[in-house]
């Protein structure tokens, strides 16, 4: 995926932190709003895990500090619940301002909870995921039971949270009461997917099923079974990801997948913007686009790439094509291709038959159990490539125009 640095303020002018992951193929169909539980921030393993497994899917995901928590401005001392569903906000209108709104947004333990909150107030989100969600908003306090006394007496206290240390405010608890989360996910029109895992020895099950009760329909829940809290496996971060992108695709608008249709074996397909161009080659479907630096997007190899592509798997076919015909021991043949002009510029200058001087670097790469005469054989069989004589030869291209 590829990974954007972004910054955006919320609502007290503070400067928030995030990453904006976008899939490397296409663009985003839908964007993702993450919430992180307490106390965690952005860079947390299940974090990165989910949204990687979402832009495999081709979601982009923004995952960000709240105020105080990692990167971001602020003091966590002075934020609260009520704070961080602002946060949430803020990352949405960002979102919406700079990319497109977002239709699904999904929050883990705390995060969860706030997510439904933040979707209340954001009529374009069409679906919420929570993970390991509590059904009350005070459960975050057993983390913090035995300070709480203190906390309610002085008005604050230090406390150690997951092996790290924070200062909690009585504000965040007095903010925690005044918000009731079953009246609002009661009432929320959006399609909801609840994922906890049976062993969750922080937020227990039955918060799942308080939470599944109080929700209404379209509704679902998938047991995380044999997963902790916080995820920490990364199969089981990587799995909920791949739920989620899945479980999303009824409930929010997903393109149709472009469908390219020919009598010929290859058929390339671009449109009026860019260089993305869709191909498909007998049955696979692959993407050719140019660099950014020439204006395209880089979402998959340049025509060049390809034809480099062409010539070096030819060789190596051919190379252990011919050495299994002879019952010689050979392990891998890498053949590496690289072309020395640049597409661009052929483009430019392609009315000049003289633009062209095509210079193919190839290396070829055996391990086996070859003598030197084995091995100077299979160099001449490379050139022997079907490819290599295609691109050696004088090469004729008969070309029809459709005006359709």
């Keep these: 995926m590829e990974i954007l640095d972004v910054k955006f303020k919320n609502k007290n002018g503070d400067l928030l932190t995030g990453f904006l992951d976008l899939p490397t193929t296409q663009n985003a169909h839908n964007y ?34 709240f105020t105080g928590l990692g990167e971001s401005e602020g003091d966590f001392a002075d934020s609260n619940f009520s704070g ?18 977002p239709t699904l947004l999904i929050g883990h333990s705390l995060g969860g909870a706030a997510v439904i909150f933040a979707a209340n107030e954001l009529a374009y989100v069409q679906a919420i995921a929570t993970i390991g969600t509590p059904a009350d908003l005070t459960h975050v306090t057993h983390l ?9 007496s002085q008005g604050s206290a230090r406390v150690n949270i997951g092996g790290r240390s924070f200062n909690i405010k009585k504000q965040f608890l007095d903010d925690l009461e005044t918000r009731e989360l079953s009246s609002v996910l009661s009432k929320l029109n959006k399609s909801i997917l609840i994922l906890h895992s049976p062993q969750d020895s922080t937020v227990e099950i039955k918060n799942a099923e ?12 998938i047991s995380l079974d044999g997963a902790d809290h916080l995820l920490s496996r990364r199969v089981d971060s990587t799995y909920v990801g791949e739920l989620i992108g899945s479980w999303a695709v009824r409930y929010i608008p997903i393109p149709e997948a472009f469908t390219l249709k020919s009598d010929y074996k290859v058929l390339a397909s671009l449109g009026e913007e860019g260089f993305t161009t869709n191909i498909k080659a007998g049955r696979h479907n692959l993407i050719a686009d140019e660099p950014l630096s020439f204006g395209g997007n880089d979402f998959g190899p340049t025509p060049y790439d390809f034809l480099s592509a062409g010539l070096a798997s030819c060789t190596s076919m051919t190379i252990q094509m011919y050495a299994r015909r002879k019952k010689w021991h050979v392990g891998t043949v890498e053949t590496h291709v690289e072309h020395s002009k640049s597409h661009a510029i052929d ?29 100077a054989r299979l160099l001449q069989i490379a050139d022997k490539c079907p490819v290599h004589k295609t691109l050696d ?10 005006n359709r």
């Design 210 to 221: 308080k939470l599944y009760v109080a929700a209404k329909h379209p509704k679902s829940f």
């Design 393 to 402: 030869d004088k090469v004729q291209i008969n070309t029809v125009m459709d």
């Design 32 to 65: 993702v709003l993450f919430a992180h539980c307490f106390t965690c921030n952005k860079n947390f393993l299940a974090v990165r895990n989910i949204s990687r497994a979402l832009t495999s899917k081709g979601f982009g995901v923004l995952r960000f500090d």
């Design 347 to 375: 483009c430019e200058e392609c009315e000049r038959s003289s633009a062209k001087i095509d210079t193919f670097n190839r290396r070829i790469s055996i391990t086996g159990d070859l003598d030197e005469t084995q091995m």
């Design 144 to 152: 913090i039971k035995d300070d709480i006394t203190k906390i309610n």
């Design 84 to 101: 961080n569903v602002e946060d949430l906000l803020s990352a949405a209108l960002f979102l919406e301002e700079n990319y497109e709104a």
